[in-house]
């Protein structure tokens, strides 16, 4: 079945970097759009990044715009966040999602790694 | 990138329907028919329960349904199970290459 495992997070000081991982598998990886979307403690989901399934495309949140890059290899069935330039508001639980397949959603969503941004 | 608007909670009786509803604007939901909806119990991965305004995914149950009007989208579960206590999401497509959620929605199912 499909399957997304995330590595990669931990504590970071502010203005540190941390790059996540995410393993994907069950699925032909090269044919979807992936996406990363994070949870803050106590608050709601908030999209973070996309990649389309050649890596050819890329979109950002504001919050995160310059600071953050989606890549992917389709040879390792990996997507990868490099985090940069981390803030306190930054901490949260980062899910690695794939895409639906003809429809902008997130159908598969991974178990998540936690994020904390503190000194 | 403001949220969609969803209310915090809701409530309702075992077996009864409620329906949770998801405010955006001209750009998200109201120019888009890529609406959708996640179950979320927290500690686990969330799971998309609606896509496409109102289609389910294999394996989820029918009790779950979702429609659209203007810029508000529905969700709305009938016959209520304890089961189904928990967080709900919406979620669009918006303009300019963006995704936005909702705020979330507690439901309790008393």
């Known amino acids: 079945q499909v399957q997304l495992v995330e590595s990669g997070g931990g504590v970071v000081q502010p203005g540190g970097s941390l790059r996540l991982s995410c393993a994907a598998s069950?699925?032909?990886?090269?044919?979807?759009?992936m996406y990363w979307v994070r949870q803050a403690p106590g608050k709601g989901l908030e999209w973070v990044a996309f990649?389309?399934?050649?890596?050819?495309?890329?979109y950002y949140a504001d919050s995160v715009k310059g600071r953050f890059t989606i890549a992917r290899d389709n040879a390792k069935n990996m997507v990868y966040m490099q985090m940069n330039s981390l803030r306190s508001e930054d901490t949260a639980v980062y899910y690695c999602?794939?895409?639906?397949?003809?429809?902008?959603?997130?159908?598969?969503w991974g178990r998540g790694t936690l994020v904390t941004v503190s000194s | 990138q403001s949220a969609l608007s969803q209310p915090a909670s809701v409530s309702e009786s075992p077996g009864q329907s409620i329906t949770i509803s998801c405010t955006g604007t001209g750009s998200d939901i109201g120019d888009s028919n890529s609406v959708s909806w996640y179950q979320h119990h927290p500690g686990k991965a969330p799971r998309l329960i609606i896509y496409d305004v109102s289609k389910r995914p294999s394996g989820v149950s029918n009790r779950f349904s979702g429609s659209k009007s203007g810029t508000t989208a529905s969700l709305t579960i009938s016959g209520l199970r304890a089961e189904d206590e928990t967080l709900y999401y919406c979620?669009?497509?918006?303009?300019?290459?963006?995704?936005?959620f909702g705020g979330g929605t507690k439901l309790t199912v008393l």
């Open positions: 999602v794939k895409d639906c397949w003809g429809s902008w959603c997130f159908e598969v």
């Open positions: 979620s669009s497509y918006r303009a300019g290459d963006t995704w936005v």
């Open positions: 069950g699925f032909t990886f090269s044919s979807y759009a």
């Open positions: 990649i389309r399934y050649d890596g050819n495309s890329k």
